[in-house]
């Protein structure tokens, strides 16, 4: 059963920092895309970030460039974001996804084969 397993999510105040990580099991993704959503109440899933299978190419909203930062380890079949500077706007629940079509590298959620359960972070004015 193929799994993704978020976790690293809190609360923390305006211009904190947190690291998610997503761990994938069931098989292995190395040669998946993968990549962050987030949805707040009452709001779409968007996206955030991506990632290229062996991790050279990185994709970001706007919303987050320069703050966020993905990286994987295939080898710990595992994914990870970086926030820094956080704002209260970044409050949501943040979701790991993964899939083979790179059309994630866009912000589509049409290209996610995988999710998951999610990680709420809460950001502090």
């Known amino acids: 059963q193929v799994q993704l397993v978020e976790s690293g999510g809190g609360l923390v105040q305006a211009g904190g920092s947190l690291r998610l990580s997503c761990a994938a099991s069931g098989r292995t993704f190395s040669r998946d895309a993968m990549g962050w959503f987030r949805q707040a109440p009452g709001k779409e899933r968007d996206f955030v970030a991506a990632i290229s299978w062996n991790g050279g190419r990185t994709y970001y909203a706007d919303a987050v460039k320069g703050r966020f930062t993905a990286s994987r380890d295939n080898a710990k079949n595992t994914v990870y974001l970086q926030m820094n500077s956080l704002k209260p706007e970044d409050t949501a629940v943040y979701y790991c996804?993964?899939?083979?079509?790179?059309?994630?590298?866009?912000?589509?959620?049409?290209?996610?084969?995988?999710w998951g359960q999610g990680t709420q972070v809460t950001v502090s004015s």
């Open positions: 996804a993964a899939g083979y079509s790179t059309s994630m590298y866009s912000g589509s959620r049409g290209g996610v084969d995988y």
